[in-house]
């Protein structure tokens, strides 16, 4: 599955304003009290919160970051 879809699954959405292109990749997700936010650029990936408060994942998380980062050539298998 695509890195796209799995973070579909996940309630993100893919930026696709013209700042962000196959290498500078942006997906959001808005919830009851914040948006959050992973950013994919220069070889490195940030997951934020607009409250700036403390971050807690899951795997199924991880598993699409890591889906991504395969796609764009910063991991191997």
Not at 14 to 34: A, P, R
Not at 60 to 67: F, S
């Amino acid at each position: 599955m695509k890195a796209e879809e799995m973070f579909k699954q996940l309630g993100f959405v893919k930026n696709n304003s013209s700042c962000y292109n196959e290498i500078h990749i942006l997906y959001e997700k808005t919830t009851q009290f914040d948006i959050l936010e992973i950013e994919f650029k220069d070889g490195c990936f940030i997951y934020t919160s607009c409250q700036r408060s403390p971050m807690k994942t899951n795997g199924k998380i991880l598993k699409a970051i890591n889906q991504q980062m395969k796609e764009l050539g910063w991991l191997y298998d």
